[in-house]
């Protein structure tokens, strides 16, 4: 099994296009969207607003459907796949990191992250959710809920969230957005060495061109369309 992730590629979209209505008419997202990404790696996509970076994201996790094209994640084909069976391949291969940290204001911390061990058959949750946040550096902010933490904090709890399932794909969307510089560069840090202890595969959209830079590969969207995919290129040690 651990062969074959590595010859196959974790995500695969050929030919992906997603359309909108809108009051003007239908509105074209993504345009014929070729995408293939390896294990392991960790990918940039950048571009300026409204070029299609979120919707990219959002197909990827199975949460926007297609008008055209076909996306698979592990091999799966997402098409063969109802609403039930892609909250399950998600909840069992996804960890997702929003710009905005989407916690449930009225769970702690760890009731949290938490939330998406209790779609898998994971034996003792809180053991792991434990771990998870002692992972992240809030061991000792468990029982806080969302509203007695910082930023920064709440970002962290959903990192820990997102990868307590130990997901095979991260996908983060500006997940320093609504964080001062310093405290954003210590999420990253955090989330660049956990994707590194894990060896999942990241898909990382970012504004920050030296965020980027970080990555194996930096993939440019304009308009819907990939404008550059970039080579894979080795990344010195951080």
Same mark, same amino acid.
């Given at each position: ?27 074209? &997202? ?20 409204? =070029? #299609? ?6 197909? &990827?996790? #199975? ?12 091999? &799966? ?18 960890? &997702?990191?929003?710009?905005?940290? +989407? ?10 992250? %938490? ?6 058959? +994971? ?8 771990? !998870?946040? %002692? ?7 468990? =029982? ?17 969230? !997102?990868? %307590?399932?130990?997901? !095979? ?66 990344? !010195?040690? =951080?």
């Amino acid at each position: 099994m651990e062969h074959s992730l590595k010859q196959n590629p974790v995500i695969l979209l050929e030919d992906v296009h997603v359309t909108l209505p809108s009051r003007a008419g239908p509105v074209a &997202i993504l345009r014929g969207i070729d995408l293939r990404i390896q294990a392991g790696d960790a990918i940039a996509v950048v571009g300026p607003s409204g =070029s #299609g970076k979120s919707t990219l994201l959002m197909v &990827i996790a #199975g949460l926007e459907r297609l008008t055209g094209g076909s996306v698979a994640v592990q091999g &799966i084909d997402y098409a063969v796949l109802d609403e039930d069976g892609l909250a399950r391949l998600r909840a069992a291969n996804i960890g &997702i990191v929003f710009q905005s940290f +989407h916690l449930v204001p009225t769970m702690t911390a760890l009731e949290n992250v %938490a939330l998406p061990l209790e779609f898998l058959d +994971h034996g003792d949750i809180f053991a792991a959710s434990r771990a !998870a946040l %002692a992972e992240v550096g809030l061991a000792h902010r468990e =029982s806080h809920f969302p509203g007695q933490l910082s930023g920064g904090e709440q970002q962290r709890v959903a990192l820990a969230r !997102a990868l %307590a399932p130990r997901p !095979a794909l991260i996908l983060a969307d500006e997940p320093t957005g609504n964080l001062d510089l310093a405290t954003g560069a210590q999420v990253m840090d955090l989330l660049f060495e956990l994707k590194a202890r894990t060896g999942a595969t990241l898909l990382l959209i970012t504004h920050d061109r030296s965020l980027a830079k970080r990555c194996d590969r930096i993939v440019s969207l304009a308009d819907g369309r990939i404008v550059s995919a970039g080579a894979k290129r080795k990344v !010195a040690a =951080s």
